[in-house]
């Protein structure tokens, strides 16, 4: 039974025809998202003197990271839409676990490896055509700009998209990104009904699991999470995430049957 779970040998027997198959069309899309990036920080430091500023990246790395991953993750499982390439997918002889590993390795952890590589490339050759010592590399667990939380919110977004792939057999981008949506839409609906209750109204704004500003006559003043709150919030993310992964484990497996 345990063999029939998991197999190291078919595991990486697996990945390894992964690889081979689709290696070709990776690197093609890496290649078009580091041409983007490049065509765009260029732009940026041609308008800036040379100079590609912190925020400058922490935007473009937050949009291509969250938009390019979510693509690539809702494609992963692209087979299953097909009759015939899911009858062969799903007939491999590999464990559904297996399976699932595979293109959670790549969906994840990979693409985040490439993409942040690939990105930190892009800024460096620019920088140095520039020649501005100004320009200076974003660096990813800065305490000022947090650029390390959007790659949380990448893990989020990826347990969410990762499950859409396997449940929508068509349009996987589109109807995640709608249920998504529409999930953003109630919740946020939700905080601030449960924020006025709370608050008797004196509020101007309410960022569900960020923050809130709250009027007091004519002030008005900032109540954010402290750091245990932050972690707090971090790990509960994250433990949603783990929950949406292994739904997902288990949709395929029904798929299977």
């Not at 078919?10 to 065509?39: D, N, P």
């Not at 692209?78 to 590993?101: H, N, R, W």
């Not at 690939?118 to 667990?141: R, T």
């Amino acid at each position: 039974m345990a063999n029939n779970f998991f197999s190291f040998n078919r595991f990486t027997m697996l990945f390894a025809k992964h690889t081979q198959e689709h290696y070709k069309a990776y690197l093609m899309s890496l290649g078009v998202i580091s041409g983007i990036l490049t065509l765009l920080f260029a732009f940026i430091a041609y308008n800036n003197n040379g100079v590609i500023g912190q925020v400058s990246q922490l935007i473009l790395f937050s949009t291509f990271l969250l938009i390019a991953g979510a693509i690539f993750t809702s494609m992963i499982f692209a087979d299953l839409g097909d009759k015939k390439k899911a009858i062969q997918t799903l007939m491999l002889p590999a464990s559904y676990v297996e399976k699932f590993l595979v293109s959670w390795i790549y969906s994840l952890i990979i693409f985040l490896i490439c993409f942040i590589g690939a990105f930190y490339l892009v800024v460096f050759i620019v920088s140095s055509i520039w020649g501005n010592p100004e320009s200076k590399l974003m660096d990813l667990f800065s305490e000022d700009l947090k650029p390390y939380r959007i790659i949380g919110f990448y893990i989020i977004l990826h347990s969410i998209t990762l499950i859409g792939a396997i449940y929508f057999e068509r349009l996987h981008f589109v109807k995640t990104g709608f249920v998504f949506f529409v999930f953003l839409v109630l919740l946020s609906i939700l905080n601030q009904f449960i924020t006025y209750f709370l608050f008797d109204g004196k509020f101007s704004k309410a960022v569900p699991f960020i923050g809130l500003q709250v009027i007091e006559g004519e002030n008005s003043w900032p109540i954010r999470l402290n750091e245990n709150a932050d972690m707090l919030t971090s790990l509960m993310f994250f433990t949603v995430a783990i929950v949406f992964w292994i739904c997902a484990l288990f949709k395929l497996k029904e798929k299977e049957i």
